[in-house]
Nanobody
Framework: QVQLVESGGGLVQAGSSLRLSCAAS????????LAWFRQDLGKEREFVAA????????FYADSVKGRFTISKNNGENTVHLEMSSLKPEDTAVYYC?????????????????????WGQGTQVTVSS
């Protein structure tokens, strides 16, 4: 059973930095894409960033490119999201998700419904 546990959320001021972590367990993730999504009240869940576990290829939403960095720690099976220059519009619950992409070279990392496993989420609030 795959488990994803997020941590690191909190209340920060605009312009600050924050680091989120996602501890993944239950299987090896060599065929997986691990991603961060976020959802604010009354809005749809949106893609933030993703990393392909086997080749460490990363993907970012345009809204966070240059400010957020996704990375992984193989030994700890952990994915991190380093967030800098935070803005009030970054306020949301941030979710970690995992998608089994098998051995395909082309996959959809952007669509939330394609992800197989989700964490419980961690709140990030950025005050102006």
């Amino acid at each position: 059973q795959v488990q994803l546990v997020e941590s690191g959320g909190g209340l920060v001021q605009a312009g600050s930095s924050l680091r989120l972590s996602c501890a993944a367990s239950g299987r090896t993730f060599s065929r997986y894409v691990l991603a961060w999504f976020r959802q604010d009240l009354g809005k749809e869940r949106e893609f933030v960033a993703a990393i392909e576990w086997s080749r460490s290829i990363t993907f970012y939403a345009d809204s966070v490119k240059g400010r957020f960095t996704i990375s992984k720690n193989n030994g700890e099976n952990t994915v991190h999201l380093e967030m800098s220059s935070l803005k009030p519009e970054d306020t949301a619950v941030y979710y970690c998700a995992a998608q089994d992409v098998g051995h395909t070279a082309v996959y959809d990392y952007y669509t939330a419904s394609l992800y197989d496993y989700w964490g419980q989420g961690t709140q990030v609030t950025v005050s102006s």
